[in-house]
């Protein structure tokens, strides 16, 4: 009987399949009516907690419930319209009052519906509102971590605090410097910025447009270097560049510096670095030596008639200025704050060398003519205080400097660039300047420091000194009287007078920037929701994520800059880019050149010498030179566009000049050499002889020349 139910079955096979998917799915349709049902039924799930077990879940309930609740908000909005215009209807219907003849008769008033109650109506729009809010929070996910990490951080203890905040320096390549951080010292009073102008001197324009961006970023006041960028008249006319401000265009920007809140410190070399003066015709009988313009001779008395001359034009020039109310911005009227004059006296590199000096000795010579300028100074202007240079006052000792009374009369100015400060500023040396001056300043880089001719600036080198200042500052202010008053940020545009550019004020904007917000909190904020660069440079920012695990900033000690700045909007934000582009593109020619030349075996010093190659390979080598002179030449084309918006055509012909044109003649170098090597048709056998100029600069003697 088995077999035969068996062999039935079998006959029937197909029946029995279609009958059997039939049930499955008829089961499976009426298990998913039952789980819709069952979801729609469900309210959304609201977050609890911030960890990430309950965000996944309530992130995966929400989209399964977006959809079904788009449908029923849409329905439940089509009811609600259908009722108010059914009500909207009622009440605008004419009257009931109706007249038959003489004879008034009322139409029966139809009772009005109720409305919806209160928790009926909003019902739907209170599912939508929870729908926006799972959106925004998904949105916001990673500043709800940043959020997260924030309230751990409080609950950590100060050493931990410290020992989290060192370990997010380090990824993020930021230098980590012993007692720097959250719970660390407090930031300088002053925080300066150096604008250099005897080189690359930006339009005042530009400057004006830098004014907001450093006031945000914590900076107090400018430190002036004019050079011949300032706007001397009269016997002093011959000082001032062709392309010197204007006296109403300074005037204007010095305004709007007071404007905004900074103070104004102008910086007037009185003896070393006087090149722009001395070179001229007609004061070079003031140099201390004669084929050196570097410095003054301070026995001439000359010398302080034209030193006094030039401080008093640059004083009373910022002594007038007022900052004027616009009528747009209707700011109040406020005087520029002029406290201070910095009269340099820094790399005085000749002195004491002329038949009069030498009479005396050189720290004598140099801390009298330092006391004699700041006492002319403070005769005349007696508010002022006057600034100098430390490097000269090094090697001196205390008595020395006691004797002169030179802390009655100016304050130094502390500079050191590189990493290891204590190197150059020994305690030992801070004790003798706490002795001697009540108060002192301090000065760090964020740009010129590092190279004399330097295209970009190396960020994290001028970070890390920049924080070295900081421990310093705090370690060592107690010593003084009135302790350290603040420390400017220098940024070199020439070594000196005769130097070529270093690198541009746009270009420096990101080390500045980074610097300067790092100087003005005390330390270098790891959180974006508290450090200042993103929102005042306007950096288009994504938070750090736990699936990437990348910090938002991250530096290197060989990179000269973070992807960070690529993506940020600030004054001069396409000069640094495209100095970024220039400086890949002459690296790149560069190692091209130096695999041609000399790693090649065809296209050598030796080949070009005998005139000896291989037509085929010298073809081969040269073959991307073409393209790589046009491709320099765009970009010189480029850089006019660019730097003119910052420059006047002085500093963008001598930059093209300085970068770009002599890669360009290395190249056409190339082309010249190659296009020799390929004339010739016919080769000499070897040995080839040896130069007749290459034996004699080598002092060499053939074996022919012995016999004879």
Same mark, same amino acid.
């Given at each position: 009987?088995?077999?035969?139910?068996?062999?039935?079955?079998?006959?029937?096979?197909?029946?029995?399949?279609?009958?059997?998917?039939?049930?499955?799915? !008829?089961?499976?349709?009426?298990?998913?009516?039952?789980?819709?049902?069952?979801?729609?039924?469900?309210?959304?799930?609201?977050?609890?907690?911030?960890?990430?077990?309950?965000?996944?879940?309530?992130?995966?309930?929400?989209?399964?419930?977006?959809?079904?609740?788009?449908?029923?908000?849409?329905?439940?909005?089509?009811?609600?319209?259908?009722?108010?215009?059914?009500?909207?209807?009622?009440?605008?219907?004419?009257?009931?009052?109706?007249?038959?003849?003489?004879? *008034?008769? !009322?139409?029966?008033?139809?009772?009005?519906?109720?409305?919806?109650?209160?928790?009926?109506?909003?019902?739907?729009?209170?599912?939508?509102?929870?729908?926006?809010?799972?959106?925004?929070?998904?949105?916001?996910?990673?500043?709800?971590?940043?959020?997260?990490?924030?309230?751990?951080?409080?609950?950590?203890?100060?050493?931990?605090?410290?020992?989290?905040?060192?370990?997010?320096?380090?990824?993020?390549?930021?230098?980590?410097?012993?007692?720097?951080?959250?719970?660390?010292?407090?930031?300088?009073?002053?925080?300066?910025?150096?604008?250099?102008?005897?080189?690359? %001197?930006?339009?005042?324009?530009?400057?004006?447009?830098?004014?907001?961006?450093?006031?945000?970023?914590?900076?107090?006041?400018?430190?002036?270097?004019?050079?011949?960028?300032?706007?001397?008249?009269?016997?002093?006319?011959?000082?001032?560049?062709?392309?010197?401000?204007?006296?109403?265009?300074?005037?204007?920007?010095?305004?709007?510096?007071?404007?905004?809140?900074?103070?104004?410190?102008?910086?007037?070399?009185?003896?070393?670095?006087?090149?722009?003066?001395?070179?001229?015709?007609?004061?070079?009988?003031?140099?201390?030596?004669?084929?050196?313009?570097?410095?003054?001779? %301070?026995?001439?008395?000359?010398?302080?008639?034209?030193?006094?001359?030039?401080?008093?034009?640059?004083?009373?020039?910022?002594?007038?200025?007022?900052?004027?109310?616009?009528?747009?911005?209707?700011?109040?009227?406020?005087?520029?704050?002029?406290?201070?004059?910095?009269?340099?006296?820094?790399?005085?590199?000749?002195?004491?060398?002329?038949?009069?000096?030498?009479?005396?000795?050189?720290?004598?010579?140099?801390?009298?003519?330092?006391?004699?300028?700041?006492?002319?100074?403070?005769?005349?202007?007696?508010?002022?205080?006057?600034?100098?240079?430390?490097?000269?006052?090094?090697?001196?000792?205390?008595?020395?400097?006691?004797?002169?009374?030179? /802390?009655?009369?100016?304050?130094?100015?502390?500079?050191?660039?590189?990493?290891?400060?204590? *190197?150059?500023?020994?305690?030992?040396?801070?004790?003798?300047?706490?002795?001697?001056?009540?108060?002192?300043?301090?000065?760090?880089?964020?740009?010129?420091?590092?190279?004399?001719?330097?295209?970009? %600036?190396?960020?994290?080198?001028?970070?890390?000194?920049?924080?070295?200042?900081?421990?310093?500052?705090?370690?060592?202010? /107690?010593?003084?009287?009135? /302790?350290?008053?603040?420390?400017?940020?220098?940024?070199?545009?020439?070594?000196?007078?005769?130097?070529?550019?270093?690198?541009?004020?746009?270009?420096?904007?990101?080390?500045?920037?980074?610097?300067?917000?790092?100087?003005?909190?005390?330390?270098?904020?790891?959180?974006?929701?508290?450090?200042?660069?993103?929102?005042?440079?306007?950096?288009?920012?994504? %938070?750090?994520?736990?699936?990437?695990?990348?910090?938002?900033?991250?530096?290197?000690?060989?990179?000269?800059?973070?992807?960070?700045?690529?993506?940020?909007?600030?004054?001069?934000?396409?000069?640094?880019?495209?100095?970024?582009?220039?400086?890949?593109?002459?690296?790149?020619?560069?190692?091209?050149?130096?695999?041609?030349?000399?790693?090649?075996?065809?296209?050598?010093?030796?080949?070009?010498?005998?005139?000896?190659?291989?037509?085929?390979?010298?073809?081969?080598?040269?073959?991307?030179?073409?393209?790589?002179?046009?491709?320099?030449?765009?970009?010189?084309?480029?850089?006019?566009?660019?730097?003119?918006?910052?420059?006047?055509?002085?500093?963008?012909?001598?930059?093209?000049?300085?970068?770009?044109?002599?890669?360009?003649?290395?190249?056409?170098?190339?082309?010249?050499?190659?296009?020799?090597?390929?004339?010739?048709?016919?080769?000499?056998?070897?040995?080839?002889?040896?130069?007749?100029?290459?034996?004699?600069?080598?002092? !060499?003697?053939?074996?022919?020349?012995?016999?004879?």
């Amino acid at each position: 009987m088995h077999s035969n139910l068996w062999i039935f079955i079998w006959r029937r096979k197909l029946s029995f399949l279609l009958v059997v998917s039939g049930l499955v799915l !008829l089961g499976l349709w009426t298990w998913a009516i039952l789980i819709d049902t069952t979801a729609s039924a469900q309210p959304p799930a609201a977050p609890i907690s911030n960890s990430e077990r309950q965000q996944q879940q309530q992130q995966s309930t929400g989209y399964q419930q977006v959809h079904i609740i788009q449908k029923l908000i849409e329905q439940a909005n089509r009811v609600l319209r259908a009722e108010r215009l059914k009500d909207n209807a009622v009440e605008k219907s004419p009257s009931p009052v109706q007249r038959l003849g003489n004879v *008034r008769s !009322l139409r029966p008033t139809q009772a009005k519906k109720a409305p919806l109650p209160m928790s009926e109506s909003f019902l739907f729009e209170q599912e939508r509102l929870k729908i926006l809010e799972q959106q925004q929070r998904q949105r916001n996910a990673g500043m709800e971590e940043l959020n997260a990490n924030a309230e751990d951080e409080r609950m950590l203890s100060s050493a931990e605090r410290q020992t989290q905040y060192e370990h997010e320096l380090q990824r993020m390549g930021v230098p980590v410097v012993a007692g720097i951080g959250p719970d660390g010292p407090r930031a300088p009073a002053e925080r300066l910025v150096h604008l250099d102008l005897k080189g690359a %001197p930006p339009k005042l324009s530009f400057l004006k447009q830098l004014l907001p961006v450093l006031r945000a970023l914590g900076a107090t006041g400018l430190l002036i270097e004019y050079e011949d960028m300032f706007p001397y008249s009269g016997v002093l006319q011959p000082l001032a560049a062709h392309n010197a401000y204007k006296e109403d265009e300074l005037r204007d920007f010095l305004e709007c510096a007071a404007l905004h809140g900074l103070s104004v410190m102008p910086l007037v070399q009185t003896f070393g670095h006087m090149e722009y003066v001395l070179k001229l015709s007609g004061f070079e009988q003031l140099r201390e030596l004669a084929e050196s313009p570097q410095s003054i001779c %301070p026995s001439q008395p000359q010398s302080m008639a034209l030193l006094e001359q030039m401080l008093t034009q640059v004083i009373e020039l910022h002594s007038q200025c007022l900052g004027q109310a616009t009528p747009a911005t209707n700011v109040p009227v406020a005087r520029i704050r002029f406290t201070h004059i910095h009269i340099g006296c820094d790399e005085v590199q000749r002195m004491g060398e002329c038949t009069t000096c030498r009479q005396r000795l050189r720290s004598e010579l140099f801390l009298s003519h330092v006391v004699s300028m700041a006492h002319f100074i403070r005769r005349q202007w007696p508010h002022l205080g006057v600034v100098i240079w430390d490097d000269q006052l090094r090697s001196m000792s205390l008595s020395e400097l006691q004797h002169s009374q030179v /802390g009655s009369y100016v304050e130094p100015m502390v500079w050191v660039y590189a990493s290891d400060i204590y *190197r150059f500023i020994q305690p030992q040396l801070w004790d003798t300047y706490a002795k001697v001056f009540p108060s002192a300043w301090t000065a760090s880089a964020f740009k010129g420091a590092f190279g004399e001719s330097l295209l970009v %600036p190396p960020l994290q080198h001028h970070l890390e000194n920049n924080i070295r200042w900081l421990a310093v500052i705090a370690k060592e202010g /107690g010593r003084f009287s009135k /302790g350290l008053r603040g420390l400017a940020l220098t940024g070199w545009q020439r070594y000196d007078h005769f130097a070529v550019l270093c690198e541009l004020l746009p270009v420096g904007i990101p080390s500045l920037m980074t610097s300067l917000s790092t100087v003005s909190k005390g330390y270098f904020s790891t959180n974006p929701r508290d450090n200042e660069l993103l929102r005042v440079l306007q950096c288009v920012f994504q %938070p750090d994520s736990r699936r990437s695990g990348r910090p938002w900033l991250e530096l290197h000690p060989n990179a000269h800059h973070s992807q960070l700045f690529a993506v940020c909007n600030y004054p001069g934000h396409l000069v640094f880019k495209y100095a970024l582009r220039l400086f890949d593109k002459l690296a790149e020619i560069r190692l091209y050149l130096q695999q041609t030349r000399d790693q090649s075996a065809w296209l050598s010093d030796y080949n070009v010498r005998h005139n000896f190659s291989s037509p085929l390979r010298v073809r081969e080598l040269t073959a991307r030179t073409p393209m790589l002179i046009e491709e320099l030449r765009a970009m010189a084309r480029e850089a006019q566009q660019l730097l003119w918006e910052v420059y006047d055509e002085y500093t963008v012909t001598e930059f093209v000049e300085q970068h770009i044109y002599p890669t360009i003649e290395a190249l056409q170098r190339q082309l010249a050499r190659a296009e020799m090597l390929l004339q010739r048709r016919t080769w000499p056998q070897r040995p080839l002889p040896l130069p007749l100029k290459v034996q004699e600069d080598m002092g !060499l003697v053939t074996h022919q020349q012995e016999q004879q």
